[in-house]
């Protein structure tokens, strides 16, 4: 027993040794070949918007010959697996140890990206973040190593409380998950929205991947002018389709952040998505010659309509190739590509972006509706407001001395 | 008063769910001693299918009718050709069901895609119905009926068939069925078959209201695996009563605890095990 | 006795000398294998030698690692008084835990622990102020030691991991076949046997579920420290799960095994991923194939190829 318990542990260390020894050494990198590691959940809860992002990152190199700056570039894609963000941070270690990669890219959530800007940090590789929208990484946690080609959870957020101050609501019921991104996006317009004039008078939060929002909408105090959410994903679709099967569509309004009716689940929604109105900082009917060139591009090669996950993946390309031009695909001089990412503007489907003193975009602003064109539902645009910035109209510094959403969460009604 | 009435009604056309999402694991493990972690991937694969089926005919009864079916074959053939090797081994059919799960998920994931997805209900039940001031989805009281149907159908297969009183016989001293001439085996396939039925079903049933997307298999499992602790393993009533207990608690718990909505499935569990740890009906 | 002196001493020496050819991303994927040896290992005393099936396992490593990240970030950078505190919150879970748990058997036994585990991670889901919620608790340094070493570069904090699993690995062994570890199996064979002869089956069953809680905190305490920070995905139900995977793949009730499975998996989870979308799907059919063909584990099978050589 004893004398195999000691051969078996001998086997097996030999055996570890060897199978360690399999995954390579590090790569002798190919001559002049940049190379991105682009960290993505393709298993599990967020395979969709994760393929997507994936997606609309390859579409830009395809289409621009693998080229940029000069130099070849290589993207290495990474399933960072199932909801475990620790799992992300050995796919970026494998990504920049091994595979030797110059730029990190992607990331759908925050635990992610948060483990992965600090990893970044450490190791001086640049991270564009193409969906993880947590205020604090352009804010509070910012790092000159990390940018975003995605959003910052409240930036679209702000506009819409203006907007819906504007249409006469006066009274407003704010929905969203319980977590973090769900304070984020919601506070933001309730912090608009109060500013203006109107007052939140409830506040709901259901968990996260709730199976049955009846409970929830159940909640909703009746004398509302306006009901104020986010949701996303399967928790969007689950919660419209109740919002109209409990009598509340046409009632009172429903807005909320442009995930709520993305063309991730638009379809699916069917009629009970008509006259939802959101804010996103794109919509597949975009109308302008960028956004049509990507989208049709992007259905042609992937068969599937393009989503605003694609969109961010794509402008991160974007983002990376205009850096690595201004460089003349000097990638290595770490501070002149950092300056040239950080000044970079592109036009991207969803209009002008450029980065701003914290890396995260400015862009336009979009308040969409949701109609029926064609017998397909889309979301149109009907305002828009350009050059929005994390901070709205604040300043940076007054905008971080407010306490932040996370904080605000179950404060709002007075 | 029309608060209560709606989230009475909620309340148990959800619980109306988990009890046919229960009952298949707290049928398969009475007789069989199996705890088939695969249980949530049944109801997966049988909604997906069931999608796909209604996507190209239109018709809520084929897509249930195909779902069950492929999922009740899928079950006998785990059973046939894998779980029979192992009887009463519990950790050789963790592992084995566990492999199953990820198989299942990864195939689903290829075949049907990240997105999240609902089930179209049938045209008949499109609509809701307005009495008074109560507004209620009809889909949720043909989950109301079609639960009640099957608990009743199961009660009557189980207490007044032949095959009911064999099953129970081989709940109760497998030994001894075998010995009065009971087929247990076949037996065994067949409860296992009609567990996988029952959660396919509740796929279906779950498609419209609920949803199939990447992750629910597990999240389905955690449920069955709560109602089973509070109803007791083995029992039908459990899962009946058990389902509904949840689907009630749950409901109103977060419609008047918001704060705690996290643990609204999790408290009853936590109260029974405290009280009376083989759960409310339970004898094993 | 010559020959397993040889080849623990040929063992020891390849995990010494190892961190001189590793890259590393293999080094940090040897100390993830390392961690959740002991993890697994952990378990392992409670399922294959206890016969109790937990599902809830990652409860207790994730408590400790939430202590340790929580002290070392916001109350004091004391690697004395954080890494105790760690293990300390571990057994306080698992003692309460014990106290619920042990009141059922079997199936019950694994869905009430997987639903204990679950509390849990809804508190550090929804406590968003004390765990930072699904963001979870970035930025926990490595302990500072004040050896001439900083534990922030890879090769010392191998060491530092390695001296751990190997304390780990012989703690554990010396409880598993001490007596205590004989009663142990005893319970796990018939536990109606042990009763009438006269021992305490139950607090057997707890000593030995809170020792499993001490070690599973140790490894939850490392892997806070290996990665900079903990999420409420060290609580979840995957975690649990996946450690009686690496139990079961490596053979319950043999210590090394189980350390062998977690190697298994951890490299399993990371190369497949790297060839192949289909990754899942693959591991799957591993487990479907290994549970057909060495329904012992891997070691089981190793015994059954090699061990008639060895007796």
């Known amino acids: 027993m004893r004398q195999r318990m000691g051969w078996r542990m001998a086997t097996g260390v030999v055996a570890l040794a060897w199978l360690l020894g399999l995954l390579g050494a590090p790569m002798a990198d190919a001559q002049g070949t940049v190379k991105v590691g682009f960290v993505s959940p393709l298993t599990g809860v967020y395979a969709a918007p994760g393929a997507d992002m994936r997606d609309g990152f390859l579409l830009y190199w395809s289409q621009a010959g693998n080229k940029a700056g000069g130099r070849t570039v290589e993207v290495i894609v990474e399933d960072k697996g199932s909801n475990k963000p620790e799992d992300a941070l050995t796919k970026a270690r494998k990504l920049v140890d091994r595979d030797g990669v110059h730029i990190l890219a992607g990331v759908i959530s925050t635990p992610v990206a948060v483990a992965l800007a600090k990893y970044a940090t450490d190791q001086k590789v640049p991270l564009i973040v193409a969906n993880a929208g947590a205020d604090a990484i352009t804010q509070k946690a910012r790092s000159p190593y990390v940018f975003r080609s995605s959003f910052a959870n409240s930036d679209s957020s702000h506009p819409l409380g203006e907007w819906a101050y504007k249409q006469g609501y006066r009274k407003m019921v704010l929905m969203a998950s319980d977590y973090g991104a769900g304070y984020e996006q919601t506070g933001g317009f309730a912090r608009t929205f109060t500013e203006a004039g109107g007052k939140i008078i409830k506040e709901v939060y259901s968990?996260?991947?709730?199976?049955?929002?009846?409970?929830?909408?159940?909640?909703?105090?009746?004398?509302?002018?306006?009901?104020?959410?986010?949701?996303?994903?399967?928790?969007?679709?689950?919660?419209?389709?109740?919002?109209?099967?409990?009598?509340?569509?046409?009632?009172?309004?429903?807005?909320?952040?442009?995930?709520?009716?993305?063309?991730?689940?638009?379809?699916?929604?069917?009629?009970?998505?008509?006259?939802?109105?959101?804010?996103?900082?794109?919509?597949?009917?975009?109308?302008?010659?960028?956004?049509?060139?990507?989208?049709?591009a992007y259905e042609e090669r992937y068969k599937r309509p393009a989503t605003v996950y694609a969109e961010q993946g794509y402008v991160a390309a974007q983002m990376t190739a205009m850096a690595l031009e201004t460089v003349k695909g000097n990638v290595e001089n770490k501070e002149a590509f950092l300056a040239a990412l950080s000044k970079v503007e592109v036009d991207a489907p969803r209009g002008k972006v450029k980065l701003d003193a914290f890396h995260n975009p400015i862009h336009p602003i979009y308040i969409l509706k949701v109609e029926k064109k064609g017998g397909v539902l889309q979301n149109t645009p009907i305002a828009s407001y350009p050059n929005t910035g994390q901070f709205w109209k604040w300043t940076p510094e007054a905008y971080m001395a407010m306490p932040d959403y996370g904080a605000m969460k179950g404060k709002w009604v007075k | 008063m029309t608060f209560w009435i709606t989230q009475l009604l909620n309340g148990v056309s959800f619980g109306m769910l988990l009890f046919l999402l229960a009952a298949g694991l707290s049928l398969i493990y009475g007789l069989m001693r199996i705890l088939n972690l695969a249980h949530g991937s049944y109801y997966l694969l049988g909604a997906y299918v069931g999608l796909t089926v209604v996507r190209y005919t239109e018709s809520f009864v084929y897509a249930a009718v195909a779902g069950t079916a492929v999922v009740t074959v899928l079950g006998i053939l785990m059973e046939r050709f894998f779980l029979r090797r192992f009887p009463k081994q519990a950790l050789p059919q963790a592992l084995l069901t566990f492999g199953f799960l990820f198989i299942i998920a990864d195939l689903a994931l290829w075949i049907w895609g990240g997105n999240p997805q609902t089930l179209p209900k049938p045209q008949v039940f499109a609509a809701s119905i307005w009495v008074g001031n109560i507004v209620f989805p009809s889909y949720r009281l043909f989950v109301i009926a079609v639960g009640i149907i099957v608990g009743l159908g199961l009660w009557?297969?189980?207490?007044?068939?032949?095959?009911?009183?064999?099953?129970?016989?081989?709940?109760?001293?497998?030994?001894?069925?075998?010995?009065?001439?009971?087929?247990?085996?076949?037996?065994?396939?067949?409860?296992?078959?009609?567990?996988?039925?029952?959660?396919?079903?509740?796929?279906?049933?779950?498609g419209p209201f609920v949803g199939v997307y990447p992750g629910a298999d597990f999240e389905i499992l955690l449920l069955a695996f709560v109602v089973v602790i509070i109803g007791g393993l083995g029992s039908l009533k459990g899962a009946f009563f058990g389902g509904l207990l949840v689907g009630l608690l749950d409901n109103f718990g977060k419609a008047l605890f918001p704060e705690l909505a996290l643990f609204t499935i999790f408290a009853p569990m936590a109260i029974i095990l405290a009280v009376r740890p083989t759960g409310l009906f339970g004898r094993l | 006795m010559k020959t397993r002196i040889?080849?623990?001493?040929?063992?020891?020496?390849?995990?010494?000398?190892?961190?001189?050819?590793?890259?590393?991303?293999?080094?940090?994927?040897?100390?993830?294998?390392?961690?959740?040896?002991?993890?697994?290992?952990?378990?392992?005393?409670?399922?294959?030698?206890?016969?109790?099936?937990?599902?809830?396992?990652?409860?207790y490593f994730g408590a400790a690692a939430y202590t340790v990240s929580l002290l070392a970030l916001r109350v004091v950078n004391n690697f004395w008084i954080d890494f105790p505190a760690g293990l300390l919150m571990a057994v306080g879970v698992s003692a309460l835990f014990?106290?619920?748990?042990?009141?059922?058997?079997?199936?019950?036994?694994?869905?009430?622990?997987?639903?204990?585990?679950?509390?849990?991670?809804?508190?550090?889901?929804?406590?968003?102020?004390?765990?930072?919620?699904?963001?979870?608790?970035?930025?926990?340094?490595?302990?500072?030691?004040?050896?001439?070493?900083?534990?922030?570069?890879?090769?010392?904090?191998?060491?530092?991991?390695?001296?751990?699993?190997?304390?780990?690995?012989?703690?554990?062994?010396?409880?598993?076949?001490?007596?205590?570890?004989?009663?142990?199996?005893?319970?796990?064979?018939?536990?109606?046997?042990?009763?009438?002869?006269?021992?305490?089956?139950?607090?057997?069953?707890?000593?030995?579920?809170?020792?499993?809680?001490?070690?599973?905190?140790?490894?939850?305490?490392?892997?806070?420290?290996?990665?900079?920070?903990?999420?409420?995905?060290?609580?979840?139900?995957?975690?649990?799960?996946?450690?009686?995977?690496?139990?079961?793949?490596?053979?319950?009730?043999?210590?090394?095994?189980?350390?062998?499975?977690?190697?298994?998996i951890v490299y399993l989870e990371n190369v497949i991923s790297v060839y192949t979308e289909r990754w899942l799907m693959i591991l799957g059919v591993i487990y479907v194939l290994v549970t057909l063909f060495a329904p012992r584990g891997l070691v089981g099978l190793l015994r059954e190829r090699f061990g008639s050589r060895l007796a």
């Open chain 3, 98 to 264: 014990g106290l619920l748990a042990l009141r059922t058997h079997e199936s019950y036994f694994l869905m009430i622990t997987l639903a204990l585990a679950q509390v849990l991670w809804g508190i550090a889901f929804g406590w968003r102020s004390l765990t930072g919620g699904d963001d979870g608790l970035p930025g926990v340094p490595r302990p500072n030691l004040g050896l001439p070493w900083s534990l922030a570069d890879r090769i010392p904090f191998y060491y530092f991991v390695l001296i751990f699993f190997a304390l780990a690995l012989v703690l554990l062994w010396i409880i598993a076949h001490s007596p205590f570890g004989r009663v142990l199996v005893g319970i796990r064979e018939n536990e109606v046997r042990m009763k009438v002869l006269g021992y305490n089956v139950w607090l057997y069953k707890y000593v030995a579920f809170i020792l499993a809680g001490l070690f599973a905190g140790l490894a939850g305490n490392l892997f806070a420290y290996y990665n900079g920070f903990v999420s409420p995905s060290y609580l979840s139900v995957l975690f649990s799960a996946s450690g009686l995977l690496m139990v079961i793949l490596g053979g319950a009730g043999t210590l090394f095994g189980p350390a062998l499975g977690a190697g298994v």
């Open chain 2, 156 to 206: 009557w297969l189980q207490e007044g068939t032949r095959l009911g009183a064999m099953i129970r016989a081989g709940v109760d001293d497998e030994e001894m069925a075998r010995g009065t001439g009971v087929n247990v085996s076949l037996l065994s396939t067949a409860v296992f078959g009609l567990g996988a039925f029952l959660a396919a079903l509740g796929g279906i049933m779950g």
């Open chain 1, 207 to 296: 968990p996260l991947g709730t199976a049955d929002f009846a409970p929830f909408i159940s909640q909703i105090d009746r004398s509302a002018d306006v009901v104020a959410v986010f949701y996303a994903g399967a928790d969007a679709l689950r919660f419209v389709k109740a919002y109209e099967e409990y009598g509340l569509k046409g009632k009172i309004p429903l807005i909320g952040k442009g995930f709520l009716t993305d063309d991730l689940i638009l379809q699916k929604l069917g009629d009970a998505a008509i006259d939802v109105v959101t804010a996103l900082h794109w919509s597949r009917a975009l109308d302008n010659p960028e956004n049509k060139k990507f989208s049709q």
């Open chain 3, 6 to 59: 040889l080849a623990i001493a040929l063992a020891a020496a390849i995990l010494l000398i190892v961190p001189t050819v590793l890259s590393a991303y293999q080094l940090s994927l040897l100390v993830k294998m390392l961690i959740f040896a002991i993890f697994a290992m952990s378990l392992d005393l409670i399922l294959g030698f206890a016969g109790l099936p937990s599902l809830g396992h990652a409860a």
